[in-house]
């Protein structure tokens, strides 16, 4: 019980140091024993504190993102995946032929595209901020409601949609059988140059499941024990900073991050409403009921995976959050807690994981500085390992 | 006269909606004049105006309507 002697330890210290300083309300910031706290998130992951959530929630623990797999319908191949890249960034697929998938999911931008909300077509701007694309192979469910079950299915989407690129699949299937370079790779991928819609897809779909976070200052750490000598195990360690250790243990404990954003994606791949929905007003987004027509369902935004994300600003589904300090002002203040209205069966109701938190300023920031350590660079071009 | 002027001549006014409000404070990055009172709107969620009386206010008041993301919970009136 390793874990309870060290909490123990921790403990003893805070009331030591609380007692020295005397100044009550700050005793928080000054009680911090990170040395202690550096000792146990050492340790193997099933010795750390156990994560503060619901007992509704099954919380898996972060940690190292796994081997890509492909599906067995669209098997990886090396063609398919370069004609996938291909077509990614090419802006034939649009019928002005100016606007690629890259256009709104940019490499230098964390593959989103830093926009508060997107422009396509037109320059017609559209209701929702653009997710990074970076880890959708692990992805279950695509869009911010969950409206695509697959990539392939996602893939076709943009391309139809009259605020974004605005074609048709004729069309496009058409244009690219006009293209020489096109049916070489097209041939090279699928063994004929015959050009279909499908096999669009799925070369976007592939080319996307290559597209994984680097190894970020996080893993690193969690890596620490493995590596062959004490020097590279020092080294790794101390990929992150005392706060950014602190900043984990918050999010895990205290912030109740992990009641939604867990496992290796820090995703549930789940639907939560944080209060907003902006019903009946201008902005209004009802989110997953869109899909589902479900009244529990209004407003619910899937919870996005956190790798990379400092990568992605402006956050969340309308692109509201500008800086971290005021997500996490946001989060703090337990979102936006909305009445439903019992008389109005699409009245939308914020998700009771969401809690007003007390986090102090110290604890906002040490917070970010855990963002930041799960945030490399943005995604190599073709970063998967492939399995 | 100037002076009398001066204190009374109105700017316009800088109201808070809270309905609107998504608790993130980014626009309180630049708040002084307004600072307070909009730190105690914003914890009691209580919607409200203040009147903009100087060109310096008004500039401040501008600048966070535009710093608000929301498009709604700060304007000008």
Redesign the interface.
Known sequence: MMYKKTTFVIFNRLVKICAVIAIFTSCASYSVDFEALRKIYSQASHLWPKAEVDESINATEIGLLPAVTFPKENPYQANKHKLGEHLFHDGKLSRSKQIACATCHDHDLGWADGR?TSFGHNRQKGKRNAPTIENVAFGKEFFWDGRAQTLEQQALMPIQDPLEMNFTLPELEARLKQDRQYLTLFKAAYGSDEITAKKIAMALATYQRTLVSRRSDFDRFLLAPEQKNNKMQKIYNSAMSDKAIWGMHLFRTKAGCMNCHYGATFSDKKFHNL??T?YK???QDLGRYQYTKQPEDVGKFKTPGLRGVLNTK?WMHN?????L???L??Y??G??QIKKNNLDALSPKTSNLLKPLSLNNEEIAALIAFLQAISPAPAHNSAARIQ | MSILLATTVSLGQLCYNADHDINSAEFMRAASHYQQVLAKAMEQKKSQCWIISSEKQRQEATLLVSMDATEGTLALK
């Open positions: 508060k209060g907003l902006y007003r201008k902005y402006p692109g509201f959050f500008g800086d300090t005021g997500l002002n946001f703090n203040a979102g936006v």
